[in-house]
């Protein structure tokens, strides 16, 4: 009895390693798009500022960004031209965006292991 290969294993071994990377990338850009939305709701709700036009309470965003099969990325931004004032300012006391972090980073970071051991 006698077998062929249809391809060497060594090329088997390198497509089996691309598909499971695209694997990784694309699970981890699918929880980055099921956090996107509450990360945004989030910093809607806990923006310590009161409000005078609720210009920069309602344009915080957070929108996913993929980069090609290398990264995902959460970005996280206010959109009105006063929004670095109120992070930096007054010692942080307005900040939003790093409470958001340090809420969010442990929760996502347990996801993406949780998906990684799976």
Known sequence: MSFQWERTPEDALVELAEAYV???HDSIATLARRYAPEI???LKDNAPWTDRTGNARQTLMSEVEELA????IIILAHGMEYGVFLELA???RYSV???ALDYFIPRIWA???ELLRS
């Open 97 to 99: 965006i790093m409470p």
């Open 90 to 92: 007054h010692g942080g």
């Open 40 to 42: 945004e709701q989030w």
């Open 69 to 72: 099969n290398s990264a995902v």
């Open 111 to 113: 996801d993406v292991l």
């Open 22 to 24: 695209t694997a990784i």
